[in-house]
Each structure stands twice: as structure tokens, then as C-alpha cells.
């Protein structure tokens, strides 16, 4: 196998299997009736942008990659990169030599990293070589797409740091709750009658939920939380308004000792959110103690 800089002449060989994958809509983000001469004009489009081509020894095209700068500007230095790979030529290495093909080529001309914007998330596949070659995922749009079928699934952000860079380990990981549940079904029930949440995804024995914010899952266990302390929390904007629906659906809210009725007021808090806290707290159906807050501004 061989990677080149891709030409005009290789165009009709690239078009007969991207435009199957376009038109596919699974995992790429482009209009599935895009026309040849938008594909074409935007992944030869020249300019600091490089388009290359995986061929084999008889000269067939298997697969492409483009790359050029992520944004202008300012953000001009980071990279970004598309790639295609025919199916019929899956599985023979193709997609992890593009793709180490595009780490070298953008270390060269000196990029600081390089950008994937749009990955999808249940195209596992490419998830997971972008991982093997050092990708992180550094943030991800909660049903960000919309495949074929109708389903709504997560829009990847990942991210290769180029040119000495320190390559992000946890700081650059989600982060996701787990909570105790030693009766799922009953569990699930409280969640969605009082709190309105229905998981995204289910397996036996765990239930995935995705607020609009981070995610939390339940998990069947034998063990019973303590309940002495926070397991997890939900910021709202306005507290009363939540509050007084929480107290419709009848959940009791919890008491402790020196804070009060109600919703209580809290001194102090992290410098991004805010000078204080408004917060109230109660326990699931499983004993799990849950707050709810909402950051008091400068």
C-alpha cells in the first residue's frame, strides 16, 4: 500500500465509493444528496489543504483522507481531516494508515494538533482506530446526530496534540456518575415519575441517562449506598420553579441539621459558578442522596 497526494485524474475512482457512503448518511456528516461537484470542490479544494489517496500496488484507489486547517484565523493552527475508505477494501489497514499518514504529514508542516469535529458515535469502528493512534475524545454532543433510521446519537469531538504537546489523559476524559440500585426497575420507575428521566440505553443489570449535561447510570447491586453525602447533582436555573414540580409529582425533599427548610442558602463556591449556592437535596427510591442547585452570580 501506498499514500499519495490525491489528483484530479483520481477523482472517478474516489467518487464511486464516497458517494456510497454519503448517500449511506451513517457516518458522515454531509448531505446524504450532496452532489459530485460539492464533494469534489470541497475535497480537492487546494489552498493549504491536502487531499491524499491510499492506493495498492496496481494503482486502485482504497480509501482517502483530506486535511487542511481546522478554522481560520486565530485557529488556524490547529488541523482537522475527513476520511473514506471503500468498502470493499474494509478491514486491510487502510484507515490506520490514512490516519497515521495524517499525523505525520500535519506534524511537518507544523501544526499544533489536530481536530476531529464531527465523529460519530456509533461509527465504533473509526472510534476506536482514532483512539488506538492517540485520539482523545474531549467532549461529545448529546444526539448531535441523526442517523437514517431516525435514532439520535453522540457527535464526538477528538483531538491529537501535535509538536511536544502533552497528550491529554484523564483531564481530557467524561466524566460519568454511578449510582447504586438495588431494585432497577423500581429505581427506574422514581426517575422517571418524579424526575422526568428516561435512560438512553439499557443492558442487564444498568441504565444509562444523559441529561443535557454530563451522564449518569444506574447499576444493579446488592449493596445500599450510605446516603451521608451528595452522589450526584443537577444545576437548574431557576431552583424554585424546579422545586415546586419536584413537590407536585410528591417528592419529599430532605432535612439536615443547620441548613433549614426548603431551599437553603450556601456561602461560598466554585469560582466558575458563581459566590454561593441555592440548593435543596433528597434521596431516590434506592437511598441515594441527589441535590439539585443553582449557583448564585456576581
Do not use: C
Not at 457512503?21 to 444528496?33: K, L, N, P, Q, Y
Request: aromatic share 10%; proline share 5%.
Amino acid at each position: 500500500m501506498r499514500i499519495r497526494e490525491a489528483t484530479e485524474q483520481d477523482w472517478p475512482a474516489m467518487w464511486a465509493f464516497m458517494r456510497g457512503i454519503v448517500a449511506e448518511g451513517e457516518t458522515f456528516s454531509w448531505d446524504r444528496d450532496a452532489t459530485e461537484e460539492d464533494a469534489r470542490s470541497y475535497w480537492l479544494r487546494g489552498g493549504p489543504a491536502k487531499a491524499f489517496v491510499a492506493v495498492d500496488d496496481d494503482g486502485t484507489v482504497l480509501g482517502t483522507v483530506e486535511t487542511g486547517p481546522n478554522k481560520g484565523g486565530g485557529a488556524a493552527h490547529v488541523a482537522s481531516g475527513g476520511f473514506m475508505v471503500d468498502p470493499a477494501h474494509g478491514g486491510k489497514g487502510v484507515g490506520r494508515a490514512l490516519g497515521e499518514h495524517l499525523i505525520a504529514w500535519n506534524r511537518a508542516q507544523g501544526y499544533e494538533g489536530i481536530q476531529f469535529n464531527a465523529v460519530v458515535e456509533s461509527n465504533t469502528r473509526a472510534v476506536h482506530l482514532w483512539k488506538s493512534l492517540g485520539f482523545a475524545i474531549i467532549g461529545t454532543v448529546p444526539r448531535g446526530y441523526r442517523r437514517p433510521s431516525g435514532e439520535y446519537v453522540g457527535l464526538h469531538i477528538m483531538y491529537f496534540p501535535l509538536n511536544g504537546q502533552p497528550r491529554p489523559l484523564l483531564n481530557a476524559a467524561k466524566v460519568a456518575t454511578r449510582l447504586p440500585a438495588q431494585d432497577l426497575e423500581r429505581a427506574r420507575a422514581f426517575y422517571a415519575d418524579n424526575l422526568g428521566l428516561e435512560p438512553v440505553e439499557e443492558r442487564p443489570g444498568g441504565l444509562l441517562y444523559q441529561p443535557a449535561g454530563g451522564e449518569f447510570a444506574l447499576f444493579a447491586t446488592s449493596g445500599a449506598p450510605s446516603g451521608t453525602h451528595t452522589q450526584v447533582a443537577f444545576y437548574v436555573d431557576d431552583i424554585e420553579a424546579v422545586v415546586a414540580e419536584l413537590k407536585q409529582r410528591g417528592l419529599e425533599l430532605a432535612h439536615f441539621e443547620g441548613f433549614g427548610e426548603g431551599i437553603v442558602e450556601i456561602e461560598g463556591n466554585y469560582p466558575s459558578k458563581g459566590t454561593g449556592e441555592r440548593a435543596v437535596w433528597f434521596y431516590d427510591s434506592e437511598g441515594n442522596l441527589v441535590g439539585i442547585g443553582q449557583p448564585v452570580r456576581r
